[in-house]
């Protein structure tokens, strides 16, 4: 007997890095091995030196396949099997043992946009559907496309046993979120990208597309973003440890640093309007969704638990914003001695 070995990756597209995934079949009991592909075809090597290496970090069962099939997502090398440029993992990873003593959480809400062809799912066919006010935790015929899909992808994230805590409808028409977490900073980013995958596949299967485009629709539309959610010990448990956490964020250089990691087209969703602060300038305020960073009032009225970076688009790298959360948070409090 054999199993089948779905081989998921990172590619080197710019601006926006896509998902790819081949299947290896593997005689029954066989360990994962090391992979490869050609990085020429992936905008990850030159073709007169094309050989990319898959290694494996994480891996579930194959919601899809079914069985002992299994998803892998990998870490690209190089063939000196040092990590690839476009390996964004491997610094991450360096950042989370450093700071493992805090026990970082994040939850991430990924909001995305269904696309019938060129047009957001809903939108009929040569104009504009009814104004934003009713899609938003909608239900109805008039108000909700693509649930099915929907419904069908979570099914499969907790097959998969992935840490998916949630599932909404959004502003806009064939716009949808789900959160993953909270876990740690390794663990939510490498769920997020398989969780990813599993959208983009189980819309396939309804001939429809997904976009992690930021602004997917122009005009008077809401953009898509990545809320992410973080919190370390100190912070779950002192308000003091949460205000740190926010000043650090705003300190100096640190807006920009972070914006400039937060997704392609960062500056065209941040307008300061769709429940957005603009991308210019930081702050951050209880139950505020004009603010970059919200304290969630249930936080202010506990005095402890978590906070809300609200800039990072639909398209960001989950271990770029992860990496640098932890890193500006996770130093400013061990400066403060509130570890
Ligand atoms: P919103 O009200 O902004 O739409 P959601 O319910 O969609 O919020 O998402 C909140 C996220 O915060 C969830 O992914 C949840 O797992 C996460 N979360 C909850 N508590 C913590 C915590 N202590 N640290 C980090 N993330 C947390
Ligand atoms: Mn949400
Ligand atoms: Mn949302
Ligand atoms: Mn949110």
């Known amino acids: 007997m054999s199993y089948k070995v779905e081989y998921i990756w990172i590619d080197g597209s710019q601006p926006t890095a896509k998902l790819r995934s081949k299947t290896k079949v593997l005689p029954d009991g066989k360990v994962l091995p090391i992979w490869g592909f050609d990085g020429s075809s ?7 030196a094309s050989d990319c290496v898959l290694a494996p970090v994480f891996s579930c069962p194959d919601p899809l396949r079914g ?32 700071f493992a003593d805090q026990e970082p959480l994040f939850g991430i809400e ?18 504009y559907p009814a104004p934003q006010g009713d899609y938003y935790c909608g239900v109805g015929a008039g108000e909700i496309f693509g649930r099915e899909i929907v419904e069908r992808h ?13 599932i909404n409808a959004e502003v806009m028409p064939g716009q949808w979120e789900f959160q993953v977490g909270p876990l740690s900073p390794l663990d939510v980013a490498d769920q997020l ?10 819309a396939e ?6 976009s992690l485009d930021a602004k997917p629709a122009k005009g008077d539309w809401n953009g898509a973003g990545a809320h992410t959610n973080f919190s370390t010990r100190a912070m779950r448990e002192s308000y003091d440890a949460i205000i740190t956490a926010c000043d650090a964020l705003g300190q100096d250089d640190k807006p920009l640093e972070h914006i400039r990691h937060y997704g ?14 603009p991308w210019s300038s930081f702050s951050y305020g209880v139950s505020n969704r004009g603010a970059s960073v919200r304290i969630p009032w249930q936080v202010a009225r506990d005095k402890q638990g978590y906070i809300e970076d609200r800039r990072p688009n639909a398209n960001v790298d989950p271990y770029q914003v992860t990496r640098l959360i932890v890193d500006t948070c996770c130093t400013a409090l061990e400066k403060a001695g509130q570890v």
């Open 110 to 127: 990924q909001e995305y946009t269904f696309f019938d062809g060129a047009r957001p799912l809903g939108f009929p066919a040569g104009g």
């Open 42 to 48: 992936t905008n990850q090597a030159e073709g007169h």
């Open 205 to 210: 299967e309804f001939g429809v597309s997904v």
């Open 67 to 98: 069985g002992g099939d299994l998803l892998v997502l990998c870490e690209v090398l190089s063939t000196d099997m040092e990590p690839h440029p476009s390996n964004t993992r491997a610094a991450m990873a360096q950042t989370a043992v450093r």
């Open 154 to 166: 979570l099914e499969y994230c907790l097959a998969a046993g992935l840490g998916i805590s949630g």
């Open 193 to 202: 990208w398989v969780a990813r995958w599993l959208l983009h596949r189980t």
């Open 264 to 277: 392609h087209g960062v500056q065209e969703r941040l307008t300061g309007h769709h429940e957005t602060a």
